[in-house]
């Protein structure tokens, strides 16, 4: 059978409900009123203070399918997206939760009885992680029926989950699926190594720790259970194909980039990074704006900002010189519109962002062009090899050229560029400005905001209001 993503979302919640679990619907991609993280990473954020025990909700299981971001903070995965096949700046994490109701062997339990008899997946691809120290998870894998030689134990890094730096935690118990096309090459050394071929579908987390500040940990009232997986891979999974690019969420936005480039997306090609990374980055900027986020120089904006231009970035290598991005948004709205109407109603505040952000890099481009170009002249002619990483760092900082585009200026010219140099300056000041990464300019936002009203796009738009009840911090 060949599960489509929509059935494969009411699948999983469909079967925790019949559980006994709430379905409760995403929460927004800015954290309500959590000052610690830059955007909802996990399906657990909105429960957190659940867990804490510092809020009591009218049930003890809850499911959801969350929005999550992973574009910054202590899950960064920006830099993955385009060149594995797993990783996405947005992404929708389907999960489970119990506050202080059942524990290990109910949790396990479900996560096998979902995956091999309701999703049919074939024991013999699947592997079992847990924890070092784990030996009770160990048990029960073994006791639903995984086979001994299939379930392997990782330490911290990959076994112990934790939100932020500080906040809810604990061990965790993870599920693989081996991808390739031959079983003998199926072995345990593929499991959390480099490369997606072996693939981590889902996590559960066994939440019995809070960490502080000082990184002392404390149990938890009561030990409680949160598990996330990701649609996308699951879908790569159920459909059949080796990449989340090749499903369903993704193929109509591929599409429609193809379409606008006037170019074919090949997997292996050169060029298979940038088609993926523009329909990775549709996804999110359509979605990070939809709940409200405006690009600035600051926080959150900021990092809206750097996704926006990484995707206008890898646009150049596919021929676009002028405004494209917003013209996949449509296929975007498409794919997500059904479930997160909050896209289709604030999609004219979208478009109207976007569109103006695109314009503005345009023209950072055009003056960044001009000023670097007789800068490389005046190197040449001095008789210099490489473009210093300090002068390459100042047009970064003044004019938000990226690095990349800088590199790509200076071999237009014969030039390599100092990256060593480069990293060392950005290294010193992001030491420097670390403290002020803290600080969202809301002042910043409103004025973004008012010139867009001013400009005459009304649309209902409740992400700003929220953002000042909130006092968002990053
Ligand atoms: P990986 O090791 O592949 O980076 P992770 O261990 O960081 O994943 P978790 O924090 O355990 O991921 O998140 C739970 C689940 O969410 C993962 O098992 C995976 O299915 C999904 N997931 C995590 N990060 C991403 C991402 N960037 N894009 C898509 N899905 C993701
Ligand atoms: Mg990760
Ligand atoms: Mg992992
Ligand atoms: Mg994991």
Redesign the pocket.
Known sequence: KLWSSREIRKTFLDFFAKKGHQVVPSSSLIPAGDTTLLFTNAGMNQFKDVFLGREVRPYTRATSCQKCVRAGGKHNDLDNVGYTGRHHTFFEMLGNFSFGDYFKEEAIAFAWELLTEVYGLPVERLWFTVYTEDDESAKLWEKVGAPRERILRFGE??NFWAMGETGPCGPCT?IHYYQGEDLRQNTADLV?GPGDVTL?IW?LVFMQYERDAQGHLYPLPKPCVDTGAGLERLAAVLQGVSSNYDTDLFTPILARVEELAQRRYEKDSELGPAFRVIADHARAVTMLLADGVVPSNEGRGYVLRRIIRRALRYGRRLGFDGVFLVDVVPAVVDSLGDVYPEVRERLPVVTELLRTEEERFARTLNVGTDVVGRELERLKRAGATVMPGDVAFRFYETYGLPLEVLEEFAQEEGLRLDREGFDTRLEEVRRAGQESWKGELLARTREEYELLVERGVSSEFVGYEQLELEGATV
């Open positions: 890094k990959d993870e959390n981590e996590n």
